[in-house]
Nanobody, 124 residues
Framework: QVQLVDSGGGLVQAGGSLRLSCAAS????????MGWFRQAPGKEREFVAA????????NYADAVKGRFTISRDNSKNTVYLQMNSLKPEDTAVYYC?????????????????WGQGTQVTVSS
């Protein structure tokens, strides 16, 4: 069983930055691929970024490429999402997710465990 705790959300002006963190429990963290998803009001949950178990491979949604960076520190059982040049359309609840296996997935159904979510609000 893996438990995930998201944190780091908040209110920021357009053009600003935030760093989200996801602390994980469980002995298999270092071998699990991790992802970040987001869900805006009235919209479906969408893929944001993912990182492989070893941290060598990453994948980003087109909407965030060049602005967001996913990383992980396996010694701390933590994955991060650095978000720069934030836009109002980035406003959403952000969720981290973990999947059994090291290969990344862009599909929410590919993940087995989810954090509780952290709200990110970007004002114009």
């Amino acid at each position: 069983q893996v438990q995930l705790v998201d944190s780091g959300g908040g209110l920021v002006q357009a053009g600003g930055s935030l760093r989200l963190s996801c602390a994980a429990s469980g002995r298999t963290f270092s071998t699990n691929a991790m992802g970040w998803f987001r869900q805006a009001p009235g919209k479906e949950r969408e893929f944001v970024a993912a990182i492989s178990g070893g941290g060598m491979l990453t994948n980003y949604a087109d909407a965030v490429k060049g602005r967001f960076t996913i990383s992980r520190d396996n010694s701390k059982n933590t994955v991060y999402l650095q978000m720069n040049s934030l836009k109002p359309e980035d406003t959403a609840v952000y969720y981290c997710a973990s999947r059994r296996g090291a290969v990344v997935s862009v599909l929410s159904r590919g993940y087995d465990y989810w954090g509780q979510g952290t709200q990110v609000t970007v004002s114009s």
